[in-house]
Antibody, heavy 118, light 107 residues
Framework: QLQLQGSGPGLVKPSETLSLTCTVSGGSISNVDYYWGWIRQPPGKGLEWIGS???????HYNPSLESRVTISVDTSRNHFSLKLYSVTAADTAVYYCARLFEAYPLDWGRGTLVSVSS | EVVLTQSPDFQSVTPKEKVTITCRAS??????LHWYQQKADHSPKLLIK???QSFSGVPSRFSGSGSGTDFTLTINSLEAEDAAMYYCHQSSSLPITFGQGTRLEIK
């Protein structure tokens, strides 16, 4: 069964870079049927798609975050990563990694809470 | 960007009742509308895909309908374990977007 495990620092200082990695197990990140993505949820709020990546490296980003986001994939390690630059308190959220089929999230990781604070 | 508006924002219901949650899209999205359930401190889980297709393992009391701009999630004979947030989501065009959520409370 597919599992997605996010990892990374739980605390980031304002203006610095948030970095998370999602390790995929129980399936190959090179599967041609799927995209891999990041979705976030501020405390007590709704869901916001950050962006998605295909195993070839093709990416799609939410225009609201595109200027500050990079998503990359490492097929040899079966993981993909998120970098969000110049963070502020508004970026405090639970960050989910997900497997997407035809652009909708099919499987979700458990979520990583990242707080932005000095 | 496709804006999804759910109603109601909150609903308190008793077990065995029937619940209906609606989701309206700001433009025609065909049937590319999906429903998720999120329980407290858990990740969202897919309930319904493409407006009306039940996802594997989801109880049969959950069903979806609609197309174009108006969609409905129905929960028949509500159970206590159905207390959760429910989100609609569109995959018709980028950026993919979610509704604001409906909180379902069981009395």
């Amino acid at each position: 069964q597919l599992q997605l495990q996010g990892s990374g620092p739980g605390l980031v200082k304002p203006s610095e870079t948030l970095s998370l990695t999602c390790t995929v197990s129980g399936g190959s990140i090179s599967n041609v049927d799927y995209y891999w993505g990041w979705i976030r949820q501020p405390p007590g709020k709704g869901l916001e798609w950050i962006g998605s990546i295909y195993h070839t490296g093709n990416t799609h980003y939410n225009p609201s975050l595109e200027s500050r986001v990079t998503i990359s994939v490492d097929t040899s390690r079966n993981h993909f990563s998120l970098k969000l630059y110049s963070v502020t308190a508004a970026d405090t959220a639970v960050y989910y990694c997900a497997r997407l089929f035809e652009a909708y999230p099919l499987d979700w990781g458990r979520g990583t809470l990242v707080s932005v604070s000095s | 960007e496709v804006v999804l508006t759910q109603s109601p924002d909150f609903q308190s219901v008793t077990p065995k009742e029937k619940v209906t949650i609606t989701c309206r899209a700001s433009q025609n999205i065909g049937s590319r509308l999906h429903w998720y359930q999120q329980k407290a401190d858990h990740s969202p889980k897919l309930l319904i895909k493409y407006a009306s297709q039940s996802f594997s393992g989801v109880p049969s009391r959950f069903s979806g309908s609609g197309s174009g701009t108006d969609f409905t999630l129905t929960i028949n004979s509500l159970e206590a374990e159905d207390a959760a947030m429910y989100y609609c989501h569109q995959s018709s065009s980028l950026p993919i977007t979610f509704g604001q959520g409906t909180r379902l409370e069981i009395k």
